[in-house]
Protein backbone atom coordinates (compact mmCIF):
# COMPACT_ATOMS: atom_id res chain seq x y z
CA UNK A 1 0.00 0.00 0.00
CA UNK A 2 0.87 3.24 -0.61
CA UNK A 3 -0.02 6.02 1.14
CA UNK A 4 0.65 9.86 0.31
CA UNK A 5 0.05 12.67 2.72
CA UNK A 6 0.86 17.04 3.07
CA UNK A 7 -1.75 18.42 0.91
CA UNK A 8 -3.51 21.20 1.66
CA UNK A 9 -4.13 24.94 0.63
CA UNK A 10 -1.49 27.26 0.64
CA UNK A 11 -0.76 30.43 -0.73
CA UNK A 12 1.08 31.74 -4.25
CA UNK A 13 4.42 31.47 -3.10
CA UNK A 14 3.78 29.08 -0.50
CA UNK A 15 5.31 25.69 0.01
CA UNK A 16 4.26 21.91 0.81
CA UNK A 17 5.87 18.88 1.61
CA UNK A 18 3.97 15.26 0.23
CA UNK A 19 4.95 12.29 2.16
CA UNK A 20 4.43 8.95 0.78
CA UNK A 21 4.72 6.05 3.23
CA UNK A 22 4.45 2.69 1.71
CA UNK A 23 3.95 -0.87 3.10
CA UNK A 24 3.99 -4.59 1.44
CA UNK A 25 6.38 -3.78 -0.89
CA UNK A 26 10.57 -3.91 -0.43
CA UNK A 27 10.34 -0.06 -0.86
CA UNK A 28 14.12 0.07 -1.07
CA UNK A 29 14.11 -1.80 -4.43
CA UNK A 30 11.75 0.46 -5.96
CA UNK A 31 11.78 3.41 -8.59
CA UNK A 32 8.90 6.17 -6.97
CA UNK A 33 7.20 8.44 -8.76
CA UNK A 34 4.92 11.69 -8.43
CA UNK A 35 1.99 12.28 -10.48
CA UNK A 36 -0.42 14.89 -10.81
CA UNK A 37 -4.30 15.39 -12.26
CA UNK A 38 -5.82 18.85 -12.27
CA UNK A 39 -9.89 18.94 -12.86
CA UNK A 40 -10.57 18.12 -16.23
CA UNK A 41 -6.97 17.71 -16.94
CA UNK A 42 -4.99 14.55 -17.67
CA UNK A 43 -2.74 12.70 -15.05
CA UNK A 44 0.83 14.21 -15.91
CA UNK A 45 4.38 12.88 -14.44
CA UNK A 46 5.62 15.64 -11.86
CA UNK A 47 9.04 13.47 -10.54
CA UNK A 48 10.60 10.43 -10.05
CA UNK A 49 13.94 8.51 -8.11
CA UNK A 50 15.46 5.63 -8.83
CA UNK A 51 14.93 2.97 -6.31
CA UNK A 52 18.87 3.94 -4.64
CA UNK A 53 17.98 7.64 -4.98
CA UNK A 54 20.86 8.50 -7.51
CA UNK A 55 18.96 9.42 -10.16
CA UNK A 56 15.92 11.82 -10.15
CA UNK A 57 14.07 13.98 -12.82
CA UNK A 58 11.24 16.80 -12.79
CA UNK A 59 9.20 17.92 -15.46
CA UNK A 60 10.45 20.88 -17.03
CA UNK A 61 7.36 23.10 -15.39
CA UNK A 62 8.50 22.31 -11.40
CA UNK A 63 12.51 22.45 -12.05
CA UNK A 64 13.99 24.24 -9.23
CA UNK A 65 10.67 24.32 -7.49
CA UNK A 66 9.98 20.59 -6.55
CA UNK A 67 12.72 18.19 -5.34
CA UNK A 68 11.52 14.38 -5.03
CA UNK A 69 13.89 12.71 -2.30
CA UNK A 70 13.45 9.20 0.01
CA UNK A 71 13.97 7.80 2.94
CA UNK A 72 14.90 3.79 2.39
CA UNK A 73 14.46 3.45 5.96
CA UNK A 74 11.54 4.77 6.21
CA UNK A 75 9.88 3.81 3.18
CA UNK A 76 8.77 6.88 2.75
CA UNK A 77 9.19 9.32 -0.40
CA UNK A 78 8.82 12.86 -0.46
CA UNK A 79 8.11 15.74 -2.67
CA UNK A 80 9.12 18.98 -1.56
CA UNK A 81 7.34 21.55 -3.42
CA UNK A 82 8.47 25.39 -3.22
CA UNK A 83 7.59 28.56 -4.56
CA UNK A 84 3.79 26.95 -5.57
CA UNK A 85 1.96 28.68 -8.33
CA UNK A 86 -1.85 28.35 -8.95
CA UNK A 87 -1.49 25.96 -11.72
CA UNK A 88 0.34 23.77 -9.23
CA UNK A 89 -3.15 23.02 -8.33
CA UNK A 90 -4.22 19.37 -8.60
CA UNK A 91 -4.36 16.31 -6.51
CA UNK A 92 -0.66 14.15 -6.36
CA UNK A 93 -0.27 10.86 -6.45
CA UNK A 94 2.87 8.62 -5.45
CA UNK A 95 3.19 5.27 -7.41
CA UNK A 96 6.17 2.56 -7.16
CA UNK A 97 7.96 1.04 -10.06
CA UNK A 98 9.30 -2.43 -9.59
CA UNK A 99 12.04 -2.18 -11.99
CA UNK A 100 13.01 1.01 -9.77
CA UNK A 101 14.13 3.21 -12.33
CA UNK A 102 12.00 5.89 -11.49
CA UNK A 103 10.11 6.17 -14.69
CA UNK A 104 7.98 9.12 -16.31
CA UNK A 105 5.55 7.28 -17.65
CA UNK A 106 2.67 6.40 -15.97
CA UNK A 107 2.06 2.74 -17.19
CA UNK A 108 5.32 1.82 -16.29
CA UNK A 109 4.08 2.04 -12.24
CA UNK A 110 3.02 -1.38 -10.41
CA UNK A 111 1.40 0.38 -7.15
CA UNK A 112 -0.38 3.78 -6.74
CA UNK A 113 -1.30 5.58 -3.61
CA UNK A 114 -4.43 7.49 -3.05
CA UNK A 115 -4.51 11.39 -4.25
CA UNK A 116 -3.40 13.99 -1.82
CA UNK A 117 -5.01 17.48 -2.84
CA UNK A 118 -3.04 20.33 -3.12
CA UNK A 119 -4.67 23.58 -3.66
CA UNK A 120 -2.70 26.92 -4.25
CA UNK A 121 -5.00 30.31 -3.82
CA UNK A 122 -3.60 33.25 -5.87
Known amino acids: QLQASGGGLVQAGGSLRLSCITS????????MGWFRQAPGKEREFVAA????????SERDSVKGRFTISRDNAKNTVYLQMNSLKPEDTAAYYC?????????????????WGQGTLVTVSS
Open 95 to 111: AADQYGSGSEVAEVYDY
Open 49 to 56: ISWTGGRS
Open 24 to 31: GIMFSRFG
